[in-house]
């Protein structure tokens, strides 16, 4: 078993930024792909960004490309999401979560088997 505990979500202004952090507990974290989804009121939960285990493989949605950046610490169990110039379309409830998949077949929710229980992020106009 894998426990994932997100924080780092609140409430900022278009334009500003946040960092997300995923802490993993409960078997070695190193091996894991990473990934960060959300999912907006109404919508169905979507892809953000993964990192392979090594974190040298990152890989974005096209609507975060450029703004948000994922990144691991595989001594401290830790993923983060800097999340910058954040539009009012990014709030949603951000979840992490961990597969044994290689980040190149990593993109779809399917090849994650353990999930967080989500931060919230919401951009005010």
């Known amino acids: 078993q894998v426990q994932l505990v997100e924080s780092g979500g609140g409430l900022v202004q278009a334009g500003g930024s946040l960092r997300l952090s995923c802490a993993a507990s409960?078997?070695?974290?190193?091996?894991?792909?990473m990934g960060w989804f959300r999912q907006a009121p109404g919508k169905e939960r979507e892809f953000v960004a993964l990192?392979?285990?090594?974190?040298?493989?990152?890989y974005y949605a096209d609507s975060v490309k450029g703004r948000f950046t994922i990144s691991r610490d595989n001594a401290k169990n830790t993923v983060y999401l800097e999340v910058n110039s954040l539009k009012p379309e990014d709030t949603a409830v951000y979840y992490c979560?961990?597969?044994?998949?290689?980040?190149?077949?990593?993109?779809?929710?399917?090849?994650?088997?353990?999930w967080g229980q989500g931060t919230q992020v919401t951009v005010s106009s």
């Open positions: 409960g078997r070695t974290f190193s091996p894991w792909t």
């Open positions: 990192i392979s285990s090594s974190g040298r493989n990152t």
């Open positions: 979560a961990a597969g044994t998949w290689s980040w190149t077949l990593a993109r779809s929710q399917d090849r994650y088997a353990y």
